[in-house]
């Protein structure tokens, strides 16, 4: 299969931390992207880095991309309770469309 | 502009029982897609389009059957459903497979 996986699994910090996912895949991509879920709700489209590109910024979003390593990270700087989420890689082969298993941040007040 | 629209938002089945889930997109967008999400699996790729008229199947296929008449619209159904298939739905709709995807806001379906 070509889903990503997420590292760590769960993660929690204080408000005002950083907090870093780190997000591996499989076979070579076009591009990756970041989206986050909130509890019992749709995702939601973050950033997207083409694979030719190495690093992104997105407001207090950093992504990295290393397609020799096939790996990419997700940086949000100076977190939020409202940044507590779950957060997807998620990279295409031809036609399709794969999602990783996911990161769930908490951030506590 | 409503975005992805999906219907209903929650469903319970007998096993055995068919159903539909309506799925709705008003960008234009050639690219829709349908995901089951389940506790610890991320999302997993059901059925896809790439345009109207043209199917194809994801990452786990069976069980569900798919059209796309318009460009707007791409139903998923259950033929025969079983507990297997309790989880939640999102539909998807985007430009290209490459690009950013809209989600509906799920259908949970439970199957008894």
């Known amino acids: 299969s070509q889903q990503g996986e997420e590292d760590p699994q769960a993660l929690s910090i204080q408000e005002g931390e950083n907090a870093t996912m780190n997000c591996s895949y499989k076979?070579?991509?076009?591009?990756l992207q970041w989206y986050r879920q909130n509890s019992g709700r749709g995702l939601v489209h973050l950033i997207l880095?083409?694979?030719?590109?190495r690093e992104k910024h997105s407001g207090r979003l950093r992504v990295t991309l290393d397609t020799s390593k096939k790996s990419s990270s997700l940086l949000i700087t100076a977190s939020r309770a409202a940044d507590t989420a779950s957060y997807f890689c998620a990279t295409d082969a031809g036609n399709q469309f794969y999602f990783g298993t996911g990161t769930s941040l908490t951030v506590i007040p | 502009n409503a975005g992805v629209t999906q219907t209903p938002k929650f469903q319970v089945l007998k096993t055995g029982q068919s159903m539909t889930l309506q799925c709705a997109q008003d960008m234009n967008h050639e690219y829709m897609s349908w995901y089951r999400q389940d506790p610890g699996m991320g999302l997993r790729l059901i059925h896809y389009?790439?345009?109207?008229?043209?199917?194809d199947q994801g990452e786990v296929p069976n069980g569900y059957n798919v059209s796309r008449s318009t460009t707007e619209d791409f139903p998923l159904r259950l033929l025969s459903a079983a507990p297997s298939q309790t989880s939640v739905y999102f539909c998807a709709s985007s430009s290209g497979p490459w690009g950013e995807q809209y989600f509906g806001p799920g259908t949970r379906l439970t199957v008894t």
């Open positions: 389009s790439v345009g109207a008229g043209i199917t």
């Open positions: 076979t070579s991509i076009n591009n």
């Open positions: 880095i083409r694979s030719n590109e």
